[in-house]
């Protein structure tokens, strides 16, 4: 016997990598359905799919500041020739913003501007795995970028896409925050802070550590008591509509970085509330962890759910895509779907109706009549019908529990009837005469369906 190949036979341990998901085909239903209606949506309003590489230069996604270094994973060959360059310099791109962002310069000769993209693709971050967070995880995304500037209704119009989505799947309803990073920045000025970034830091915690806590790191980093109490003031304004604005000047701080931040806000909700109205909120709270974040910020809740964090977030960035000499300002918002799908899926609240693609299951009486059932599924997969061959010619019991163990709703009887063949729907027990050629399967059967559940 060889001893050469795969050794994939060998009994050996398994032991599980947390962090990175593996989905069940009856929630891999789900999963893909979702994907379906993100991207369909997405190309509805004119976003063309791109996918970039995988690995960037470990210098550039450092670029991106904060902790980044600490979520990376770097990429080298276990083994190379001698003298050649080694690929540790390489890093699994942990967000599809700064890819996009090289993409952009890279391809700036090719590319019409605004450019508008749409992007569905595997990332990878090294953070402690805990439940609806991951190693590896599925984000969403669609951007719009633009030479030099970046026409400001973009900043309305990529939430927009978010809200049809979410009308479009089978979720609780989900809220888009909105805020303008000009309006802390603005305010705090007004309140003369100086270190605008590290209060936007502190007040980032209110969820966590909620607003007494927030207050006493505003007054230990430096603030006065009547600052970190202006801070928090301004932070608990939420309002449906543009009232906001009103709720700020009531505060009584100005400054000219603060009214083009209003201003720009109330131009978002404002065609919100023309035309998907209560999907967006003004919150004054969010400020977005990102550094290169500059104008309107965007964070999404589950209704009821809240404690879950947010599962869609982006904004406006003015720096982050330059050559050194054009700068590409841009917006975009993505879907964390691996996060999204985990807790929905952990809590009941959705479900494939069967894990089978197939609606038909072709039973096969003995093993010499298999042909005239091959015969039948292809004669079925022509119209569009998908079915699976029953595997063996078991009691024609086993072949019916088959089906029902996978969700397959319909059994097909070859020569079971006087003039031809037989289908029966096990589920209410109908059986009747049938031709692969004109049977119709019912509409709501012919595909697994995902919905709401719980």
Not at 312 to 330: E, K, Q
Request: hydrophobic content about 40%; overall charge negative; proline content about 6%.
């Amino acid at each position: 016997m060889s001893t050469s190949g795969p050794t994939t036979a060998r009994a050996t341990k398994i032991t599980p990598l947390s962090g990175f998901p593996e989905h069940l085909p009856q929630d891999r239903v789900v999963e893909q359905h979702f994907i379906d209606v993100i991207r369909s949506t997405f190309e509805l309003h004119g976003f063309p799919g791109i996918e970039t590489r995988a690995v960037e230069p470990v210098e550039r996604l450092l670029g991106k500041g904060g902790d980044a270094d600490k979520e990376i994973y770097a990429v080298s060959r276990l083994a190379g020739e001698p003298g050649e360059r080694g690929d540790a310099e390489l890093g699994l791109h942990f967000d599809l913003t700064v890819p996009f962002a090289r993409y952009v310069v890279e391809h700036a000769g090719r590319l019409s501007f605004p450019f508008r993209r749409h992007q569905i693709q595997k990332v990878w971050r090294g953070e402690r795995p805990q439940e609806g967070r991951f190693r590896e995880f599925t984000q969403c995304d669609i951007d719009v970028v633009d030479v030099g500037e970046l026409a400001p209704h973009f900043e309305a119009e990529v939430p927009l896409v978010m809200a049809e989505i979410f009308a479009a799947l089978p979720v609780p309803p989900m809220v888009i925050q909105v805020n303008n990073r000009m309006i802390p920045e603005g305010f705090y000025r007004g309140l003369g802070i100086e270190d605008v970034a590290g209060t936007l830091r502190v007040v980032d915690k209110l969820d966590k550590i909620g607003p007494a806590k927030v207050a006493a790191l505003l007054v230990d980093a430096g603030l006065s008591q009547e600052q970190a109490d202006a801070v928090l003031r301004l932070a608990q304004i939420r309002t449906e509509d543009a009232s906001f604005v009103e709720q700020v000047r009531a505060l009584g701080v100005e400054h000219p970085v603060l009214d083009e931040g209003l201003a720009a806000l109330r131009a978002v909700i404002e065609t919100g509330m023309a035309n998907a109205p209560g999907a967006m909120v003004a919150d004054l709270r969010i400020a977005r962890g990102l550094d290169y974040y500059t104008g309107t910020v965007y964070e999404t809740q589950v209704v009821g759910h809240e404690d879950w964090g947010s599962f869609c977030s982006g904004g406006r960035y003015d720096t982050l895509a330059t050559d050194g000499r054009t700068t590409y300002p841009g917006v975009g918002i993505s879907i964390g779907l691996s996060r999204l799908l985990a807790l929905l899926l952990r809590e009941g609240l959705v479900t494939a109706t069967r894990m089978s693609p197939a609606a038909v299951l072709v039973a096969v009486l003995d093993e010499e009549s298999r042909p005239a059932s091959v015969a039948v599924a292809t004669a079925l997969r022509s119209r569009g019908i998908a079915c699976e061959v029953a595997p063996s010619a078991a009691k024609l019991g086993k072949q019916i529990r088959h089906a029902e163990r996978r969700g397959i709703p319909f059994v097909w009887f070859v020569g079971a009837g006087e003039g031809g063949d037989q289908v029966k729907d096990i589920r209410s027990g109908e059986q009747v005469d049938a031709d692969p050629l004109t049977w119709q399967c019912p509409p709501e059967d012919l595909r697994p369906r995902v919905v709401a559940a719980g």
